[in-house]
C-alpha cells in the first residue's frame, strides 16, 4: 500500500468508499464537491479544536491567578491585617502604591488627620487631571482607585477610635423633640 502524501487528496484527505470511479467520471463535478466538503470538515474540525485548545489553557490559567489571589487573602487575614487583604484585592492596589500616588504618607493611628489630608490630595489631582481639561482619564481612575485603598485601610481605625470615644463618654442618644 502506498504511503499517504498530503499533496494526493486521493490516498490522504479522503476515505477510500468516497473515491470510487462513479464519482470520478470525465466532465462529472460531483468528485470535486465531495472532496471540497471533505477539505472543509477537516479545516472546520481543526478549527475547533485548536480553538478548544487555546480557551482551556485560557481558563487554566484565569483559575491559577484566582488561586494565587485567594491564597493572597488568606495570608494577609491570617497575618491579622484582614482590612489590607481585603482592600488589597477589590482595588488591586498596595498601600504602598496608593501612598504614592497620592504623595500621603501611610496611615498611623491620627486616622482623621490623614484622611482630610487624602482628600485634599485626590481632590486636586482628580481636578487636574480631569479628560475634559486635558488630563488623562486612566490616571484619574488610578487616583481614585489609590483613594479608595487608602479609605479602606483609614476608615476601620477610624470606626474604632469613635467606638473607643462612646465607650469613655457613656451611652447619649440624641433626641429630637417634635415641634
Do not use: H
Request: with cysteine; glycine share 6%.
Amino acid at each position: 500500500m502506498p504511503r499517504p502524501c498530503r499533496r494526493n487528496f486521493r490516498q490522504s484527505a479522503v476515505p477510500a468508499n468516497l473515491l470510487s470511479a462513479q464519482f470520478f467520471e470525465e466532465g462529472s463535478w460531483r468528485g470535486a464537491v465531495v472532496i471540497g466538503l471533505w477539505t472543509a470538515y477537516r479545516l472546520i474540525t481543526q478549527v475547533v479544536v485548536v480553538g478548544s485548545r487555546v480557551l482551556g489553557r485560557a481558563f487554566a490559567e484565569a483559575y491559577k491567578q484566582a488561586a494565587a489571589s485567594s491564597q493572597y487573602q488568606r495570608a494577609q487575614q491570617k497575618n491579622g491585617n484582614a482590612a489590607a487583604g481585603r482592600a488589597s484585592l477589590t482595588s488591586g492596589m498596595t498601600l504602598d502604591e496608593a501612598c504614592k500616588i497620592l504623595d500621603v504618607s501611610k496611615p498611623a493611628d491620627g486616622a482623621s488627620a490623614d484622611m482630610e489630608q487624602v482628600m485634599e490630595r485626590f481632590k486636586r489631582l482628580f481636578d487636574v487631571n480631569d479628560p475634559e481639561k486635558g488630563g488623562s482619564f486612566y490616571l484619574q481612575s488610578k487616583i481614585v482607585r489609590a483613594r479608595e485603598r487608602l479609605e479602606a485601610e483609614i476608615r476601620p481605625k477610624m470606626e474604632q477610635k469613635q467606638a473607643e470615644e462612646e465607650v469613655k463618654e457613656g451611652w447619649n442618644p440624641k433626641i429630637y423633640k417634635d415641634q
